[in-house]
Antibody, heavy 123, light 110 residues
């Protein structure tokens, strides 16, 4: 059974960089059929896709966050990571990592999710 | 920027049928957007219900169905149950590796 688990600081200071890692167990991140994505959810609000990465390093980002987001992959450690720079209180959210499909018809199929981790941005 | 629209809230009677929709701020939703639907219970990660417009994810009961109705994607729940009371999100594929989540619909069963 594939498992993902977000890890990283739960508290980040305003203007600094939020960094999270998502180790993948029970399967290979080098799957040719899947992308690996980050999604966030501010408290009491809806879900927002941040971006995704393929094992080769190809990335796609939400245009509204693109200037501040970097997603990377480490196939040797079977994990992928998120960096979000210049954070503000508006970036306070539960951050999820997830696996999704790699072709048009299943690209929106996020089939395995981490449990989520709350990151609070403090001033 | 494209906005994916959903009803903020909806209510249904136990045993009833409800259709939630997923539209675009500009334009129509078609199968080309490969809509998917997620169910989220508070405090939990989302669960996939439907992908590629109308394909049920493994283990999802057949009282959940997806379709295109007019110019929107639709999720229909038949025989609503108390534990269907939670939030539902649609996702549209915009092409070029971009997906957008709808704002979500909070469903009440009463």
């Amino acid at each position: 059974q594939l498992q993902l688990q977000e890890s990283g600081p739960g508290l980040v200071k305003s203007s600094e960089t939020l960094s999270l890692t998502c180790p993948v167990s029970g399967g290979s991140i080098s799957s040719s059929s899947h992308y690996w994505g980050w999604i966030r959810q501010p408290p009491g609000k809806g879900l927002e896709w941040i971006g995704s990465i393929y094992y080769s390093g190809t990335t796609y980002y939400n245009p509204s966050l693109k200037s501040r987001v970097t997603i990377s992959v480490d196939t040797s450690k079977n994990q992928f990571s998120l960096n979000l720079s210049s954070v503000t209180a508006a970036d306070t959210a539960v951050y999820y990592c997830a696996r999704h499909g790699g072709v048009d018809w299943n690209y929106g199929l996020f089939d395995y999710w981490g449990q989520g981790t709350l990151v609070t941005v403090s001033s | 920027q494209t906005v994916v629209t959903q009803e903020p809230s909806f209510s249904v009677s136990p045993g009833g049928t409800v259709t939630l929709t997923c539209g675009l701020s500009s334009g129509s939703v078609s199968t080309s957007y490969h809509p998917s639907w997620y169910q989220q219970i508070p405090g939990q990660a989302p669960r996939t219900l439907i992908y590629n417009t109308n394909t049920r994810s493994s283990g999802v009961p057949d009282r959940f169905s997806g379709s295109i109705l007019g110019n929107k994607a639709a999720l229909t729940i038949t025989g609503a149950q108390a534990d269907d009371e939670c939030s539902y999100y649609c996702v549209l594929y915009m092409g070029s590796g971009i997906v957008v989540f709808g704002g979500g619909t909070k469903l009440t069963v009463l």
